[in-house]
């Protein structure tokens, strides 16, 4: 089979490189993606490496992009993506970009320390000014003699000693007091400034227990928000005036000031000085706002500049750190100018990693050519699938189950039909299914531009990584809509009802009892293409039907799916030459399967064909027995109960005498599957005389599969299990078959269950939501129409589609993963990882740590 159906043929190889033409040489294997690295160096430590110095050049050279990245985001400046992607730049091209991002960096870091310096000085001169517009309304105050009648605006600052060296001196006046020549030290002063807004309380309380009382402090809120020049923040602040006496006290009130980050501001006393100083003030801050502006006008010109090529340098500083991340996986031989590395490639991809190889030689100017070796050797290569973008969704359900082991049967080629048309089965509705159908288009259409936006919301991505799954199952889903003819949960009369009826219609409506008989009322033709619209006003009898009905299909389906997972089996062990599993693993477990439970859907196909409300006996509608009790009567052995008069109790000829052949063969195959390849094993080993040593897999005995076998794999490997362990696993693997296969089919019955429950959820929305806004009449009926509809339609999309769209698929990725891929999907190799400049651009830079 071709690699769309089992992993690509992978070979180990061997490749020389010569050391001025390695770097080329990787350079374009990274473009190709075609090739996995192993390690040769695993115990030399990360910083002993040969490449170790180049590495970290690229560490630094990522933080200065990182740094520049942060600084445009910041500015909301847009970055220019073309989606185009640079080569790898050579090695003596590092030393320029080093230059130019230092530069860059330099330039950068010299701009934003000169604007916070002249924001931070903007910011002083702008509280400086905010001061003397306040202080000259607290003096002004005081002048008028407001704060003489004011008690809340005044306080006498006088002390013990004062008022006993000055006992006849009045109430002190703010800013002013005349001078003694006796106590100079008990003259009143002030300082001045601002302090953060939610500080002040606090700071209010402070001054008043330490000084006791003996100061007088005025504040007002800067209205404006000044910003913060170390971060950009808006902080909201207040100007205070502090009055007080004695140095004593000023020292006590600085140190409080210092001690809530408070900024003090020299003020004049005089008006005049007020004035002059706010004057030189405002100009100096026009100065200011034009040099500022000059500042960030060059800071944004450096910014638009480097963003046009900032992805490019990205690109480009990533692509050198993988290449050499990848050098330090490689040997140097004896002579030191040769670099030895062990790859995996794909067999057929071979000619054109060597194609890539001669143009690197060609790159460097090396007149010595590459050298790639095949090797042989007994490990387990690593899987891989190509894939496109239709399939990569389909391979990652298959992928999440567990990576398929070396050349295994790949499910996913199947997953792309079985998978939508199961989710299907489940949620067949015309309506619904075309709403995810549109979703899923509408991604499809626009995928180059929503792949181009690169969210980071996770279920987005999901999302949209699935689309064409979502289109998938929306389209499905229409199909199985129009077979069960509902749509919205209702049905499309286009082909006209087959049924007729022999009553006054009003009568059938509204008598729940009275049914239509198939005899009279039914033309005897089908309805041309799914269900017959008639169904849809059948009342409790709807329900009883659509049950037998979606109860047997999902059997019946379920059954296929089984045996078609067991046939694919049969290619595993064909393919791997496994003649023992092929005789006493698939065919035991095939007859198994299909002497039972496919038995019990052709007796289901039997009972239709043979069984009708028209036919008369022995072979009408009340003589059809009930595959389940014939079903459990032949698995137990049980004689049939006696038929109803002119009835016969066996569907055909000899039904009791196949029945219990086929259970005695089919239990005639469980000792087979169980002890047949443990003894056979036990046997071989006997004849070659091997002694077991534990540790291994069985699949040495079974034709197990390593590279360089018959098909890229097959050699024997060194070490052999135990016996008893095969025969423990041999145990496990059978009953769980045997009981698997009981349980798995029940399972299948979820198909069943969760159509019935979308059928009736949506009936419910529309008996309970939609058909009370149709109820209404005239405009009035209108305006509530419109509104119950918005309702009825968000409940549809949120619930109908999202809620259980996400049921139906998570049951249908367990009936992939447990009921179909369990009987032949092991899962159990590595994924292959080749060293590609794509994966490591899009994954970033923790692909390369990887």
Partial sequence: MGSLFRSEEMALCQLFLQSEAAYACVSELGELGLVQFRDLNPDVNAFQRKFVNEVRRCDEMERK????????????????????????????????????????????????QNAEALKRNFLELTELKHILRKTQVFFDEQEGGVNQTTE??????????????GASMGPVQLGYMEKSNER???????????????????????????????????????????????NGDQVHKSVFIIFFQGDQLKTRVKKICEGFRATLYPCPEAPADRREMAMGVMTRIEDLNTVLGQTQDHRHRVLVAAAKNLKNWFVKVRKIKAIYHTLNLFNLDVTQKCLIAECWVPLLDIETIQLALRRGTERSGSSVPPILNRMQTFENPPTYNRTNKFT????????????????????????????????????GDLGHGAIMALFGLWMIRKEKGLAAQKTDNEIWNIFFGGRYIIFLMGVFSMYTGMIYNDIFSKSLNIFGSHWQMSYNKSTVMENKYLQLSPKEDYEGSPYPFGMDPIWQVAGSNKIIFHNAYKMKISIIFGVIHMVFGVVMSWHNHTYFRNRISLIYEFIPQLMFLLLLFFYMVLLMFIKWIKFAATNEKPYSEACAPSILITFIDMVLFNTPKPAPKDCEVYMFWGQHFVQVLFVLLALGCIPIMLFAKPMLIMQARKLANVQPIAGASSDAETGGVSNGGPHGGGGPHEEEEEMSEIFIHQSIHTIEYVLGSVSHTASYLRLWALSLAHAQLA???????????????????????????????????????????????LHTLRLHWVEFQSKFYKGQGYAFQPFSFDAIIENGSAAVEE
């Fill in 152 to 165: 809340s605006m005044t306080r006498a600052l006088i002390t013990d000693e004062a008022r006993t060296a």
């Fill in 763 to 809: 009936e419910v929305l529309w008996t309970m939501v939609l058909s009370i806004g149709l109820k209404q009449e005239g405009w009035f009926g209108g305006v509530i129409l419109t509104c119950v509809f918005g309702f009825w339609a968000i409940l549809t999309v949120g619930i109908l589609v999202l809620m259980e769209g996400l049921s139906a698929f």
């Fill in 392 to 427: 990569k969704a389909f391979q990652a359900l298959i992928d999440a189950y567990g990576v398929a082991s070396y050349r295994e049967m790949n499910p996913a080629p199947y997953t792309i039909i079985t998978f939508p048309f199961l989710f299907a089965v489940m949620f």
């Fill in 65 to 112: 992009l990182r740094y520049l990245e942060k600084e445009i985001k910041k500015d909301g400046i847009p970055m220019l993506d073309t989606g185009e992607s640079p080569e790898a730049p050579q090695p003596r091209e590092m030393i320029d970009l080093e230059a130019t991002f230092e530069k860059l960096e330099n330039e950068l870091r010299e701009v934003n």
């Fill in 184 to 230: 100079e030290d008990y003259l009143p002063c002030f300082v001045a400034g601002v302090i953060l807004r939610e500080r002040l309380p606090a700071f209010e309380r402070m001054l008043w227990r330490a000084c006791r009382g003996n100061v007088f402090l005025r504040q007002a809120m800067i209205e404006t928000p000044l910003e913060d020049p170390t």
